[in-house]
């Protein structure tokens, strides 16, 4: 251990020193979101003509994207291996599941009694129940990869790739116990009952707590930059563009900027009353929207009910053995592998902040609860989308220019003629339930970086740019901040790595008092949700 701090001391010292002061910080953060800004082209884009300095500033940040992609996209063993992103996250998912014994198949019952609320004290430290803790995070996960990532995966990778997917799923399970148990242990408290928390945190604290304070606060400064970051791209300027396509199929001719008006003021409405209020929408958004979709998907499993051995035959058949499908064996792994840890983001580190919020004073418990995002997200809505793909053969016989939320529009609308409008109600509630969690990851990363007194500076920033993503066409600033949102999983998984022996003892310790009848549920008439 001693050795690998030398090494990590070495390889961080000179990042650490050029970026832990505030005006380092500062300064870095404005050039950052100008880059952001400035190369956003007005949509449509025939009706304005970009001058000739955001041309080349365009072009400029392009290259730099180009050149972050194929660093964190670099095929580990030739052209069709693993890119190097993919590997990070899945071995993390492989190494934790192992290390902790399993404890994401056999902690599952306990999750959900958890849930539930039969281990809820209204007297724990913390802002949101485990219910709406749970919710929080899924609006996050949940959403437009459920729809398109599973068809863009089926595209490249075949049926087969489902089943990867599902068993990256299976592991990713185990990587959000481990975040998830540090964000609670390591989070802040404050006076007034607020919560401090992610991997900002823990990263800060636990790597102090072991003499590497300065190793610490390097990592928490780059994860809170780079979420800072991301939260204003994929998560909340792409969802806004999505929802608004989904609306225009409903209501053609409907004004963008009035759109972005609309959803600017709904989500500032929430968004400006902090986590208790984002909870408390979530906990009734999601299920609704998973209600939605899921019993449209069973309908038509139903519909195709003497289907479903043919299609699980394929799927297991094309996983080992694909064909037609580019990089075979390997391309078929990788397309499923990416779309599920893209999907759920386990080892990304963003849930381990709403989950910081619970109401609990056992951090373990709620690492428990976060270990059913990834089965819902990736292994029961992922699946349910490509079952339907699969069944209804439209990944073959579809227009091979239809991609994405197209596709699986097309397989629905093949038995449900009128699906298309409940897709499109679907899409933005799963887009503006994902605007709604990431603008408090995003709140938690500011303050760490800036404190609590300037928070209102990034909420109407980040507002701004709800607005901005209904009116403009998106390009290179979504792969930009797509970069920095796997950018996040390197310090995160760093310190998850670090802090891992401490999670298997607290596990066990955990695990001991539930199974001894040591742990006792609160009495009934006591538990309260929030």
Known sequence: MKRLKNVIEGLLKPIIQAVTSRFSMVALMGILLLTIVLPIKAAPPDTFTTPTFLESLNNGFAAVVKRLSELFFFPIGGENGFPLIVLWLIGAGVYFTLRLGFINFRAFRHAIAVVRGEYDNPDDHGEVSHFQALTTALSGTVGLG????????????????????????????????????????????????????????????????????????????????????????????????????????????????????????????????????????????????????????????????????????????????????????????????????????????????????????????????????????????????????????????????LEGVALTSLAFQSVISWFPIVLSIAVFLFAFSTILSWSYYGVQAWGYLFGQRSLIVYKLIYLLFIFLGAITSLTVVIDFSDMMFFAMAIPNLIGCYMLSNEVVRDLNDYWHRLKSGQMRKPAKQTVKQS
């Not at 802040?188 to 992610?198: H, S």
């Not at 699946?383 to 069944?391: C, H, K, M, Q, S």
């Open 146 to 401: 459920n729809i398109a990532g599973v068809a863009v995966a089926i595209q490249l990778g075949g049926p087969g790739a489902m089943f990867w997917l599902t068993l990256a799923g299976l592991l990713g399970m185990t990587t959000k116990l481990v975040e998830c148990t540090l964000g609670v242990k390591y989070r802040k408290v404050l006076a007034d009952g607020t919560v401090l928390g992610g991997p900002a945190y823990y990263l800060t604290r636990g790597f102090a707590a072991r003499g590497m304070g300065k190793i610490g606060r390097g990592l928490a400064i780059l994860f809170a930059l780079t979420m800072v970051l991301a939260s204003l791209g994929g998560p909340n300027m792409f969802q806004s563009n999505q929802a608004y396509a989904a609306v225009a199929t409903i209501v053609p001719g409907f004004p963008s900027w009035l759109f972005g008006a609309l959803l600017t003021v709904l989500a500032g409405v929430v968004i400006l009353g902090g986590i208790q209020r984002i909870g408390a929408v979530a906990e009734k958004l999601v299920p609704a929207m998973a209600l939605i979709y899921g019993v449209a998907c069973l309908w038509i499993v139903l519909v195709n009910v003497a289907e479903i051995p043919t299609a699980i035959a394929t799927i297991f058949r094309e996983a080992f053995a694909p064909t037609a499908v580019a990089g075979g064996f390997i391309g078929t792994m990788v397309q499923g592998i990416r779309r599920a840890t893209f999907s759920n983001e386990a080892g990304v580190g963003s849930a381990a902040t709403a989950h910081s919020a619970v109401k609990t004073d056992e951090p373990v418990r709620e690492g428990i609860v976060a270990l059913l995002e990834p089965f819902i997200d990736t292994v029961i809505i992922c699946n349910l989308t490509a079952i339907v793909l699969v069944i209804t053969r439209t990944y073959q016989n579809a227009d091979p220019k």
